[in-house]
């Protein structure tokens, strides 16, 4: 069963060499006492952090400086781009009027990354 992805939450890309963390936008809407994300939450930096460095051929600097290493993949700093929303979202759980995220959601690099969520970053807190 799918868990809603909230702050805090482990992401993961194709291409990229560390995971990251996801950054919901503040929506009013918590669960797990931090705020729940929707398919919109897919800005870089601002929801999702860079992934180390990056080792895909479709982004220009890896591309450049695989060039100039004489064809040895040199991997750069991911600075990814998403030209689109996470997929496909829960249509039947609306956010601020999108489909709220959950951990079987994907996120497309426009430098041919897939970013897929390893961690929902819900925990149980026990109220002393």
Known sequence: MPNQVCTGAVLQCTFGM???SFIATPKMIQ?????AGNI???KPIANIPPFGMCQSLANPTVAAATAAALGVLTPMPC????PAPWVPGAPTVLLKNMPALDNTCKLM???AGVVS????????????
């Open 18 to 20: 560390a995971p990251s």
């Open 31 to 35: 669960t797990s006492m931090m705020d």
């Open 40 to 42: 919109m939450d897919n």
């Open 79 to 82: 600075l990814p781009v998403f």
């Open 109 to 111: 690099c426009a430098y």
């Open 117 to 128: 969520i390893n961690f929902a970053g819900q925990v149980t807190h026990q109220i002393p």
